[in-house]
């Protein structure tokens, strides 16, 4: 059974910087591409960041600007999204996907919240 585990989210003023991570078991996450999307109150699910298998290509989102880096430890079957320079836009409840986008298999989320 894939199971996802997200953690790091909390409370962070503008400008802020967060570490989230994304603990995977029931799969081979080497040979997986995953993916983190995130969903802001009263919005639909949105595309963040996704990695290779490998960790040698990372694409972001438009709104990304270079401020969140996607990143991978297969010896771990980690998932990590360093997360600089936050703006409230950011709140959000954060989820690891497995797959290159928001329909495969998520964790249960981990909240971001951007205030001052």
């Known amino acids: 059974e894939v199971q996802l585990v997200e953690s790091g989210g909390g409370l962070v003023q503008p400008g802020g910087s967060l570490r989230l991570s994304c603990a995977a078991s029931?799969?081979?996450?080497?040979?997986?591409?995953m993916s983190w999307v995130r969903q802001a109150p009263g919005k639909g699910l949105e595309w963040v960041s996704a990695?290779?298998?490998?960790?040698?290509?990372?694409f972001n989102a438009d709104f990304v600007k270079g401020r969140f880096t996607i990143s991978r430890d297969n010896a771990k079957n980690t998932l990590y999204l360093q997360l600089l320079s936050l703006k409230t836009e950011d709140t959000a409840m954060y989820y690891c996907?497995?797959?290159w986008g928001p329909g495969g298999v998520r964790g249960q989320g981990t909240q971001v919240t951007v205030s001052s």
């Open positions: 996907a497995k797959g």
């Open positions: 029931g799969f081979t996450f080497s040979n997986s591409a």
């Open positions: 990695i290779d298998s490998g960790g040698g290509r990372t």
